[in-house]
């Protein structure tokens, strides 16, 4: 028992999805890097995505995001080769409304069939009776785009009543989008754009948070100025630490419903991030990286 609870706190803390008796670690994996060049075919390193997988949950992560869209098919092979069965507790979230075109590139696929296709061909790959978790992906990669998505969420909600999904999330959608949301389905999680410098969600991540419902950052380092770089690269260097694991902290601080899913596929950078959730940001450094976002706002 003590040495469960030393790994938790090293992970973040643990925190349980709305509703559910599913409760993962704050720190988590997200497996898009697994595949190849722009998430497109094969890994260069096969034995290297394995093993980053075992490597993982070795250190005790149960929280794994994934998608059959990445390679497309490869990141879901890689884990059913790395991990099944799956050791008890370990929570797999993945994502449907897009397919990759031959060129790489990513198409929307929200249709009533192509969503039905794309949860059996999770079932299929990832080697599962059911889906712990499914996230309806829309918007676009820079955010949300205002409209209805109750069409595709209630062919998702009937997916679940099948006993193919246990529980539903949001990809790249707004507050108005979750809350038309609601009146469909049960969500758990809401995975969006967000990062120290792009702090657009903030006013959500606290409406989330008294809902209790976990909000997941992706691009947690993207689109940072030299300016914006600077400050972070600074505050890194003071506390002995690399950019990746001072700007995940921030995010663990930021709020308690946050959890977080950094992708390598490098041992090595593995467990640099899983060491960002026992860093402690001292109050003047998260003063400094707060101001990251208003220099960009006023840029």
């Given at each position: ?138 918007g676009g ?115 308690p419903n ?32 707060n101001s ?8």
């Amino acid at each position: 028992m003590t040495t469960q609870t030393d790994t938790t706190s090293k992970l973040g803390g643990p925190f349980t999805l709305p509703g559910t008796s599913m409760t993962v670690h704050r720190m988590g994996y997200g497996a898009m890097q697994l595949a190849g060049p722009h998430v497109f075919g094969p890994p260069r390193d096969m034995d290297a995505a394995l093993a980053v997988l075992r490597e993982a949950i070795a250190a005790d992560v149960n929280h794994i995001d994934t998608s059959d869209f990445y390679g497309p098919h490869v990141t879901n092979k890689i884990i059913k080769n790395a991990i099944h069965p799956y050791p008890d507790g370990l929570v797999i979230v993945t994502k449907l409304g897009a397919r990759r075109g031959e060129d790489a590139s990513w198409i929307p696929a929200l249709s009533r069939q192509e969503l039905i296709d794309g949860t059996h061909d999770n079932l299929r790959n990832l080697g599962l009776d059911k889906l712990d978790v499914v996230n309806l992906r829309v918007g676009g990669i820079n955010g949300p785009t205002e409209g209805s998505i109750a069409e595709p969420l209630t062919v998702l909600a009937e997916l679940q009543q099948q006993g193919l999904i246990e529980h539903l999330g949001l990809s790249n959608v707004s507050p108005a989008q979750l809350a038309e949301a609601q009146k469909i389905a049960k969500i758990v999680c809401v995975q969006n754009l967000y990062n120290v410098a792009h702090r657009t969600d903030d006013a959500f991540i606290d409406d989330l948070a008294r809902q209790g419902i976990a909000y997941v950052p992706f691009f947690p380092l993207g689109g940072f100025t030299p300016l914006q770089s600077t400050k972070l690269n600074d505050a890194a260097a003071s506390l002995n630490s690399t950019p990746m694991q001072v700007a995940q902290a921030w995010l663990l601080h930021r709020s308690p419903n946050i959890l977080l899913i950094p992708g390598t596929s490098s041992i090595e950078h593995l467990r640099e991030n899983l060491k960002a959730a026992t860093l402690q940001l001292p109050a003047e450094t998260i003063e400094t990286l707060n101001s990251i976002a208003a220099a960009s706002t006023q840029s």
